[in-house]
């Protein structure tokens, strides 16, 4: 059951962007990647400009990874890496057209001073794993069915010193964690259960059973690929109905038109990730 009304605090976040600059569908990875369907690379700008002030604009600090020529997939920030607590837990893409970016998204945390930790097993960052501070002590939850091998939840959670919980995907429109599921607080999740074997919706529902469920159309418009602050929900503009469920739960839903970005596979989530210090 959802607290309606309950008073939501915001948490100031740092998050690392990357413009799309060179953001184009040159190749097909998953379902939602048409390469006959052209992308406007100035209106993909505009859009991914608006998203970022957004977040500024909500008090949040926003840092930019510089784009590369020859990886149009790099605006989706979420995926070079994991971390928690100041540890980095790095990427190791699946598929080759993106491999390079993970030496990109090292650089740039080392060059920070992160404790950086290279992975040996295939993971997708914040693309599968999702940190919730103040669920059970401190939680990660994990996707794996498409692009992050289970192995990689084992090495994670003894790279990151937390509970990992394993969670399979079954649907090969919802391929990472981030486009089925987000964190809205540092304690509660919203998800659709459809995108789970099962076993992980038994899983889910023990764990979180205060979550607020999302429903096909939601899920279909990108709009679980969303980032919250504990107050403000940042989602996609098409994801009406989820907004809605988000107010009635106390959160403040913001929406953010990235039609463009969506031609990639990708939303308002694929384009942060969270610095965890």
Not at 43 to 52: E, F, G, N, S, T
Not at 106 to 125: D, L
Request: overall charge negative.
């Amino acid at each position: 059951m959802v607290i309606v009304n309950q008073q939501r605090v915001p948490r100031k976040r740092t998050y690392l962007m990357c413009s799309p600059e060179h953001f184009a569908v040159e190749y097909a990875i998953n379902p939602w990647m048409d390469v006959t369907r052209p992308v406007d690379p100035e209106l993909a700008v505009k859009q991914w400009d608006r998203l970022r002030e957004t977040l500024v604009g909500l008090g949040h600090e926003v840092h930019l990874l510089a784009p590369e020529p020859g990886l149009p997939d790099m605006v989706y920030a979420a995926n070079g890496a994991f971390s928690v607590d100041g540890t980095v837990y790095g990427a190791r893409f699946k598929h080759h057209q993106r491999t390079a970016e993970a030496a990109a998204h090292r650089a740039f945390y080392e060059s920070q001073g992160w404790r950086f930790i290279a992975p040996n097993e295939t993971n997708e960052g914040e693309g599968d794993f999702a940190y919730l501070p103040e669920a059970h002590g401190g939680l990660i939850l994990a996707g794996y069915g498409f692009r992050t091998e289970l192995a990689a939840h084992a090495e994670a959670q003894e790279a990151l010193g937390r509970p990992v919980i394993s969670l399979r995907l079954v649907d090969p429109r919802f391929y990472h964690l981030d486009v089925a599921l987000a964190s809205i607080d540092d304690g509660n999740i919203v998800y659709y259960p459809g995108a789970f074997s099962a076993a992980a919706q038994k899983v889910l529902a023990q764990l979180f059973p205060d979550a607020v469920l999302a429903e096909a159309e939601d899920v279909l418009a990108f709009g679980l690929n969303l980032v919250s602050d504990g107050a403000n929900v940042v989602l996609n503009s098409e994801a009406t109905r989820l907004a809605g469920r988000l107010k009635a739960a106390g959160y403040t839903p913001i929406p953010v038109e990235l039609a463009e970005l969506k031609k990639g596979g990708g939303s308002v989530k694929c384009c942060i990730a969270e610095l965890r210090h």
